[in-house]
């Protein structure tokens, strides 16, 4: 069993930053890839960002602004968000499982938290 807490959404105007952390807790979460998904009113979850044992890949609409890392030493992701667009607007979520671009790649989630992106 691996726990998530995310932490670091809040309020910026466009073209702010923003640094999303996911800490876990349970089971040592250095052998799971990580994924980063998000989920804006009205619609359906959507990837963000994953990173498994082969490689780091991002969703084309946040490709050269957002960044991926994480710190296995603290049980820790991050997700550096610079230049949102108000269509960042969502509820961002992390994962642990394999490591995919889908949502049944992933068995454990966060539970959420909120980014809104003013214009």
């Known amino acids: 069993q691996v726990q998530l807490v995310e932490s670091g959404g809040g309020l910026v105007q466009a073209g702010g930053s923003l640094r999303l952390s996911c800490t876990a807790s349970g089971r040592s979460f250095s052998s799971y890839g990580m994924g980063w998904f998000r989920q804006a009113p009205g619609k359906e979850r959507e990837f963000v960002a994953r990173?498994?044992?082969?490689?780091?890949s991002y969703a084309n609409s946040v490709k050269g602004r957002f960044t991926f890392s994480r710190d296995n030493a603290k049980n820790t992701i991050y997700l550096q968000m610079n230049s949102l667009k108000p269509e960042d607007t969502a509820v961002y979520y992390c994962?642990?499982?394999?490591?995919?671009?889908?949502?049944?790649?992933?068995?454990?989630w966060g539970q959420g938290t909120q980014v809104t992106v003013s214009s």
């Open positions: 990173w498994s044992a082969f490689s780091i």
């Open positions: 994962a642990a499982g394999v490591g995919g671009r889908g949502s049944y790649d992933y068995d454990y």
